[in-house]
């Protein structure tokens, strides 16, 4: 072995350029990796409007809004779920207790209306953190806890309705309909979209300053002023196309805008970080200082609030609680909606914002069939159909990700 003074510096190859990124691949980038949910969405609603003209009209858009938001909202609190890595299969009993509990306390026993409310996102939220808790104390698996969830919660609701000798009970409190049935004024849409669109280029614009400031070279520059422009785009045909018929759905308004804020948080904050940070290595998590446990915790109460919430918003549009509010598809619908949007079934990869698109998409396919006058099997079939596309992607997307990993 020659002496150290004598051994010549071993070459190195010059690091390759990156590879010339494609048109629909930099699309795809700008637009925030929605591009494939945005890609189905236009295809889905291509297809419908050609079978049917009034599928795109404002007063069809305005219903398909109002079918989703009750649905979606429970979807939301199933992203932040799979985003760590676990499952929630109580969803729709936890809807259909809440709304129950909700219908005893306004039709029986005249609560306030906005006291019912608070004590039935409480009693969601209860719920949630009692299954998190049951799971991270005991080490059972989140599946088969919230599987127990899902059966003796529905067990509950039924009680707490036939207590009152019915399948049924009727919520006729104005201030509940209200969230259904009432629109924003058109001149506070467009004021409501002018502030929203106003925000997303200050955001932008702040963001890039900051970068700039920090020495950073912003190579994709145009990719975020795309992404900009398309949502800003958005915002503004939404509300025109809206404000066609009767404005904005104050539910719609409820569902995006929660949508919207939890989207900031779970990027813009460490809460956020470590739900991505537990969803992606939960042991790694815990080696860095992330209180694990503490957070599954919070997650499963989250989402069992937001169950509620969209128990609520369900009761609001029937004007009434039964047997089967939270059943039939709910739990399947809210879970596909997840996974069609771009949430990974193995936690860590996706955004909140799947929770509106992967709704949209499933409520679009489902409004649509109604619309060309299919029956329920016909729709049960397609539903199928799409979550089986969806997650195989996301099976294919992971094993080539981990390909591409022993690779290098």
């Known amino acids: 072995m020659a002496p150290l003074n004598q051994m010549q510096p071993r070459a190195f190859p010059a690091e390759a350029a990156p590879p010339e990124r494609s048109v629909l691949v930099q699309f795809g980038i700008a637009t925030g990796g929605m591009l494939p949910i945005v890609v189905a969405l ?7 409007q050609t079978l049917n003209t009034h599928f795109l009209s404002a007063r069809n858009l305005t219903n398909l809004l109002l079918q989703i938001s009750s649905t979606g909202i429970i979807t939301t609190g199933v992203v932040l779920v799979l985003l760590i890595g676990e499952i929630d299969l109580s969803i729709g009993s936890v809807a259909g207790v809440s709304a129950a509990i909700l219908a005893l306390l306004v039709s029986t026993y005249a609560v306030p209306w906005w006291v019912a409310v608070i004590l039935m996102i409480a009693v969601g939220g209860g719920i949630g953190t009692l299954q998190g808790t049951w799971l991270v104390m005991f080490g059972v698996p989140s599946f088969i806890v919230t599987l127990g969830g899902l059966l003796g919660w529905y067990g509950l609701q039924l009680y707490l309705i036939q207590t009152q000798h019915v399948d049924t009970i009727i919520v006729d409190d104005a201030h509940i309909v209200a969230i259904a049935t009432t629109f924003l004024p058109k001149t506070v849409g467009w004021a409501v979209a002018g502030i929203i669109s ?3 280029v200050v955001t932008r614009l702040a963001s890039f300053r900051r970068r700039q400031a ?12 795309v992404r900009t422009v398309a949502i800003v785009a958005a915002v503004v045909g939404g509300t025109a196309v809206l404000n066609q018929w009767r404005g904005i759905p104050v539910a719609a308004f409820i569902f995006i805008g929660l949508v919207a804020g939890l989207s900031w948080i779970v990027q813009r904050t460490p809460f956020g970080r ?5 969803g992606g290595n939960p042991n790694g998590a815990h080696r860095a200082g992330i209180n694990v446990r503490a957070l599954r915790i919070v997650v499963f109460a989250l989402s069992g609030a937001l169950a509620a919430l969209g128990g609520l918003m ?3 549009r029937l004007a009434a609680a039964d047997t089967g509010t939270g059943g039939g598809t709910v739990l399947l619908e809210a879970i596909a909606s997840a996974v069609i949007g771009g949430i990974s079934l193995f936690g860590g990869r996706g955004s909140v914002w799947a929770a509106f698109f992967g709704s949209l998409v499933i409520g679009s396919v489902s409004n649509g069939l109604d619309l060309t006058g299919n029956e329920a099997t016909v729709k049960y079939m397609v539903e199928g159909l799409i979550l089986l596309i969806a997650v195989t992607a996301d099976v294919v997307s992971r094993r080539g990700q981990l390909w591409a990993v022993t690779k290098t």
């Open 198 to 200: 106003l925000g997303v």
């Open 274 to 278: 470590y739900i991505y940070a537990i």
């Open 42 to 48: 236009v295809i889905v609603w291509g297809f419908f």
């Open 314 to 316: 369900a009761v609001a």
């Open 214 to 225: 920090a020495g950073f070279i912003d190579e994709r520059a145009g990719e975020a002023v």
